[in-house]
Every structure is written in structure tokens, then in C-alpha cells.
């Protein structure tokens, strides 16, 4: 074995530190003259992050919507020493507590989160779904989508917040906020707001002593920066967003002096162990991901929606009309290979823009929706929306009533939010419509396990994915180590390619 392929075995094992000598040998612990020593890497992220979600690993399965983060996935993530997310959001509260009772059930006390996703629209929501996850003692929440702070958000934050005998505060309840920009990032950092605290306490949600501990407690605990992803995104890099929300740690870690310490996580585009090293290197507290898990055995994303993302490139993905936030033009992005939802969506949103009814809409475009888009005349898709609204909030249904435009939009969100079930359920007959969000994370982590075990969709398993790429970045901050001493030539590192599980677990400890 010539003496580089000695170097690289040894580079490739984290938990060995290595003795670099001068002429490019492994030297040892007592030579004189050595170029510089490659030290074990520890295991990636904040021992603190670890140690309060009670993980082996700083990594989160992120939460995706409509179950798609699905009770197994949360599972296996948990089994595996992940934090996983389960997607409540989009789906009826009664579901959503039969699913967490069922996995709160299945895991005994070990950790998972839950999903709270803002919904203005439907305030009741939030509320309902809080309550469950303070009724079945969940433990964190991703926090996701909020413009503003909420009575609910406040209600999770300091329910179960007490004073211990020696002065601390013990909090049990984790908010891990989601957010892409500087001024959420600072309300999140600041203590729970004192209006907010006053609703709660109005409502009966928290006790008077709950409330007096709010000056103390940050809002969240742990704040994502999301970069550039799938789904809601504000499509902001992360080498530019993850500076500025670290710096915002500082200033509000400073600032209140909490006895917790502020966090900051990334996540958008992590899906092969070079993204990953880079969050690690900028400093991140813990990583999320999403886009990669949506592929594997795991995710309740039908079989034929996941073999479609196992095939996307970086590039496969593009902008879509966001249905939630559809009105506002918010964007989601999602995959474009082998779907045209999001063709078809913005040619909505188009119509949306430029008419004030649906009976403005001219009769070639009509045609062009009601056989190609909606494959219904959409007086009927009226009736159908109307019906569902008249039962779940009758007053949606008696606004559009009155105001043709809100009328448009209520049709048209019809088809947006039936595309996301389509894919979800694999129904075959509206394929072309399938609404799959999608970062280019899936495409890189796809590029990178081109001709592995884990190309084929059915050998993709959430926590694989995961160790694959916390091994891979311990590896890759070995060998750009050796590069930065001179003992390898940049460029000189092997090739880095998924591996089966059984030959990288012993490497992370
Ligand atoms: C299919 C899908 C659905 C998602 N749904 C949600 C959601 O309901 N709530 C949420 O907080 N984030 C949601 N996300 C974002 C992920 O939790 C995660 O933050 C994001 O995917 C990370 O970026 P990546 O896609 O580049 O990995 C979703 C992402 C995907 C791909």
C-alpha cells in the first residue's frame, strides 16, 4: 500500500487522530518536527442540542406536510437517534391526535416533535392542534410559516414552565422556529410577549404562575434557519441567511441572559455530506432535512411520487403558486419533472391576477381550465368548495358569496390543494397534476447516489440517508484538513460515496 492510500484509511476513520510528519508519512503522538496532527471529529453539532432533545444525533427529519413526515418516519427517526417532525399540518385535528397518541404510544418516552404551522385562515387550527400536543406531552415543536406570534404559540411555550427550589426554570416545552428572515428570527429570540402572555392567561391556558416566568423565556428555544428548500421558501441562500441569524443569537443570548441558550440550526439544500459540512463549519447547532427524506421507504408520499423524485436532478425544480398563502402570490417550490402542476397552477395565478371573476375569464381559457386543469365545469367545482366550507366555515362560504374574486380564489385553491393529495395518494389519472414539493437538495443527494444501493427508491431509509451524510462530512473535514496542512494535494481526496449503514456506524460514535 503506497504511503498516501496508508493517509487516506486513516484520514477516512474520524476517531483517529493522525499524526502528520513532514515528508507526507503518518508519523506518531511523540515525533518531533510534524507537519501538524488531524484530531478525532467529535460528533457533529451542540452537545446542549443533543442532550435536551435527548438525541445521539444534532440531525432533524423536518416536518412535511399532510403526513408525508409520517408516523414510521418519525419512528425510525427516533430509533435511529434523530430527532423526527411529524407533518400535522394540513390535516384534520382528530387525525392529528390519533396519530400522536399512537406514536407517543409507540416511542415511550423517546424523543419526537410535531409540527405547528400558522394558519391565519384558520385560527381554530393552531388552537386545536396546541392543545394536543400539550394534552400528549410533546416536547417540541417545529414552528413554521408565522408572521407574527401567537396566543397558541405563547399557550405551548409555558405550559408546564416552573420555578425550581435553587432559582432556575425548568421549560419543558421546546419551540424550534423555522424562519427565513432577520426580523422573525428577533421575535423569535425575545422573551414570550406580554400581550400574548395576557390572551393565554385570559383563556385559562396557562396559570398565573406560568405567566410571571414569561420575562425569562425565550419564544423559541432553537431557531432553523431555512435556506433556499422545498416547499414554503424564501429561496435565500444560506451563505448569506446563516451570519445574520447567528448574529442575532448573540445579541438576544446577551441581551436576556437566558438560562437556556439560544440555538441556531440549518437547513435547504442538505442532501450530501459536502452541504453538511458546510453547516457544520458555519457553526450550526443542528441540521433539518427534508427534501431527501420525502423519497425514502419511509414517507407517506405514494411509491410512484417518490420513484419520480428518486429520478429529479438539482435543476428539476421550479416555483409554484403557494395554495395556503395563494391570494398574497406566495411561492412554494416543488419538483417539475414528470408533473406540469406547476404550469398549470400559475396559469391560475395568472388569471387570478388579471380578472375580477370568474365570469371575466374568456371563454378559450375556460375551456382550456375546465377540461385540462379541473376536468369539471367550475360551477361545479363552486359547488363542491361550497359544500366543504358550508360544513367546515360557513362563513368562507358566504364571503365568496358576496365577492366574486374570493370566489376565484376559493376555486382555484380547490386545485391546488387536491394536487398535493393526488401525489400524496399516487392517484394515477391525474399524474400531469401531481404537486411534490421539492428542493434541489433531492436532486444533489440523487446525483450523489447515482449508481449506490441507495439509487433504487425501495433502499432508501431515513436514518441511512442520515448517517451517510454525518459520516461523509467527518470524512470530508479530515481530508480538506490534509489539503489545508499540505500532507494532500487539494482535489486528492477519494471519492465519497454512500455506503451501507453497517460499514459507517461504528465511525460515529
Ligand atoms: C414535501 C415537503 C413538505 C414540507 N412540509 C412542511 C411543513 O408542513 N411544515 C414545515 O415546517 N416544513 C415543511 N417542509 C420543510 C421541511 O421540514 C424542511 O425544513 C426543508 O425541507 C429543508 O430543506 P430541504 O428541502 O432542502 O431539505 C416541507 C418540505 C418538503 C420537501
Redo the contacts with the bound molecule.
Keep these: 500500500m503506497s504511503t498516501n492510500q496508508i493517509l487516506l484509511e486513516a484520514l477516512a476513520d474520524p476517531n483517529k487522530t493522525v499524526y502528520l510528519k513532514a515528508d507526507g508519512y503518518l508519523g506518531s503522538a511523540g515525533d518531533s518536527g510534524l507537519l501538524g496532527i488531524i484530531p478525532a471529529i467529535p460528533a457533529f453539532g451542540s452537545p446542549d442540542f443533543r442532550a435536551a432533545y435527548g438525541v445521539k444525533h444534532a440531525y432533524?427529519?423536518?416536518?412535511?406536510?399532510?403526513g408525508?413526515?409520517s408516523r414510521a418516519m418519525v419512528k425510525a427517526f427516533s430509533e435511529g437517534g434523530c430527532l423526527g417532525?411529524f407533518?400535522?399540518?394540513?390535516l384534520p385535528p382528530a387525525r392529528v391526535e390519533d396519530e400522536i397518541a399512537a406514536l407517543a404510544a409507540d416511542l415511550k418516552g423517546k424523543p419526537f416533535g410535531a409540527?405547528l404551522?400558522h394558519t391565519p385562515q384558520d385560527p381554530s387550527w393552531e388552537e386545536k392542534v396546541a392543545e394536543i400536543y400539550i394534552k400528549h406531552q410533546v416536547r417540541v415543536i417545529?414552528?413554521?410559516?408565522f408572521m407574527q406570534l401567537t396566543p397558541s404559540l405563547a399557550r405551548y411555550r409555558l405550559s408546564g414552565a416552573a420555578r425550581r427550589p435553587d432559582g432556575g426554570i425548568d421549560v419543558p416545552n421546546r419551540i424550534m422556529a423555522?424562519v427565513s428572515r432577520v426580523e422573525l428570527a428577533r421575535r423569535f429570540f425575545s422573551p414570550v410577549p406580554e400581550k400574548l402572555v395576557k390572551e393565554a392567561l385570559a383563556r385559562g391556558w396557562i396559570t398565573p404562575a406560568e405567566a410571571e416566568l414569561a420575562p425569562h423565556i425565550s419564544m423559541a428555544s432553537d431557531l432553523?434557519a431555512?435556506?433556499?428548500?422545498?416547499?414554503?421558501?424564501d429561496f435565500r441562500p444560506a451563505l448569506t441567511l446563516w451570519p445574520a441569524l447567528v448574529a442575532e443569537a448573540r445579541i438576544f443570548s446577551a441581551k436576556y441572559q437566558y438560562a437556556q441558550p439560544l440555538r441556531v440550526g440549518a437547513?435547504?439544500?442538505?442532501?450530501t455530506p459536502w452541504a453538511l459540512l458546510a453547516a457544520r463549519q458555519m457553526g450550526a447547532a443542528y441540521v433539518?432535512?427534508?427534501?431527501?427524506?420525502?423519497s425514502c421507504v419511509e414517507s407517506g408520499?405514494s411509491p410512484a411520487a417518490r420513484e419520480l423524485l428518486a429520478k429529479a436532478g438539482q435543476a428539476d425544480v421550479v416555483q409554484g403558486p403557494a395554495a395556503d398563502m395563494f391570494e398574497l402570490g406566495a411561492k412554494v417550490?416543488v419538483l417539475k419533472f414528470g408533473t406540469l402542476y406547476a404550469m398549470r397552477a400559475q396559469k391560475l395565478a395568472e388569471a387570478y391576477r388579471q380578472y375580477a371573476s370568474l365570469e371575466e375569464i374568456p371563454a378559450a381559457d375556460r375551456e382550456i381550465f375546465e377540461t385540462q386543469i379541473f376536468k369539471q365545469p367550475l360551477g361545479e367545482i363552486w359547488n363542491q368548495t361550497k359544500k366543504f366550507f358550508e360544513e367546515r366555515d360557513p362563513a368562507q362560504a358566504v364571503k365568496a358569496e358576496a365577492d366574486p374574486k374570493y370566489k376565484m380564489a376559493l376555486v382555484f385553491r380547490w386545485y391546488l390543494g387536491q394536487a398535493s393529495r393526488w401525489a400524496i395518494g399516487g392517484a394515477e389519472d391525474r399524474r400531469p397534476d401531481w404537486q411534490?414539493?421539492?428542493?434541489?437538495?433531492?436532486g444533489a443527494f440523487n446525483e450523489w447516489a447515482k449508481g449506490s444501493a441507495y439509487e433504487p427508491v425501495e433502499n432508501r431509509r431515513v436514518v441511512d440517508l442520515a448517517l451517510n451524510l454525518l459520516y461523509g462530512a467527518s470524512a470530508l473535514m479530515r481530508y480538506n484538513l490534509a489539503a489545508t496542512l499540505g500532507a494532500l494535494p487539494f482535489g486528492a481526496a477519494p471519492e465519497l460515496r454512500p455506503r451501507p449503514v453497517a460499514e459507517i456506524a461504528g465511525y460515529l460514535n
Design positions: 432533524v427529519g423536518g416536518a412535511m406536510v399532510g408525508i413526515s417532525i407533518g400535522s399540518s394540513g409540527c404551522i417545529e414552528a413554521s410559516a423555522k432553523t431555512e435556506a433556499d428548500s422545498g416547499g414554503h421558501t437547513a435547504g439544500g442538505i442532501g433539518v432535512t427534508g427534501s431527501i427524506n420525502q408520499l417550490q411534490i414539493f421539492c428542493g434541489p437538495a433531492q
